[in-house]
């Protein structure tokens, strides 16, 4: 059984940084790609950024230059640095495991960008 377990949410001023972490246990970690999404309220679910089993890498427009996603395969781990964070940067962040079919996610950790 996959299980996604994030951390490293908060509350943080804009313009500050956050690193968000995911351990996966129960596959094995390097041959799945893998990402995070975040959930604003009253928006849908958006991709942030994702990472493939080479290592590339894309994101979404609005994080561009700004967040960068790598993954430590030693570990099971992987990151999302956040540097700059703006106020529209508040959401639940969940990361997930493709598996095509089927895409695993984790629980969410909440991220606050408030002055």
């Known amino acids: 059984q996959v299980q996604l377990v994030e951390s490293g949410g908060g509350l943080v001023q804009p313009g500050g940084s956050l690193r968000l972490s995911c351990a996966a246990s129960g596959s094995i970690f390097s041959i799945y790609a893998m990402g995070w999404s975040r959930q604003a309220p009253g928006k849908e679910r958006e991709l942030v950024a994702r990472?493939?089993?080479?290592?590339?890498?894309n994101y979404a427009d609005s994080v561009k230059g700004r967040f960068t996603i790598s993954r430590d395969n030693a570990k099971n781990t992987m990151y999302l640095q956040m540097n700059s964070l703006k106020l529209e940067d508040t959401a639940v962040y969940y990361c997930y495991q493709d598996r095509v079919p089927r895409v695993y996610w984790g629980q969410g950790t909440q991220v606050t960008v408030s002055s």
């Open positions: 990472i493939t089993s080479g290592g590339s890498t």
